[in-house]
């Protein structure tokens, strides 16, 4: 399994609005692309700062929907509530676990 990291910074005063755009946009569009395999966002209302983690059958399928332009399509819809540019990273994931 892959995991794209996305590290955002967004207005304070649009943490919720970010947080619903990306339940009720993102995750859907998600949903449809191939190797998907669940999402992960994390928030820190007060500063504004967030991750963003999606989880891939593998690297090929994760860096597939960047070349599909899936995810510069997602990354826009964001643009009004950005402070800073994100950054992405991607990881092997050594080790996942639920109960």
Not at 2 to 22: C, F, G, M, P, W
Not at 44 to 73: C, K, M, R, V
Request: hydrophobic fraction near 35%.
């Amino acid at each position: 399994m892959y995991a794209r990291v996305t590290s955002i910074h967004v207005k304070t005063d649009k943490v919720q609005e970010a947080i619903n755009l990306y339940k009720n946009s993102v995750l859907p569009a998600a949903e449809t692309q191939k190797g998907f395999q669940g999402a992960l966002l994390l928030t820190d209302a007060p500063t504004g700062h967030g991750l963003t983690i999606t989880f891939w059958n593998s690297e090929n399928e994760a860096l597939a929907n960047e070349q599909n332009l899936y995810y510069q399509n997602q990354l826009v819809k964001f643009m009004p509530y950005f402070t800073d540019p994100p950054t992405r990273e991607g990881f092997e994931v050594s080790l996942f676990r639920k109960p």
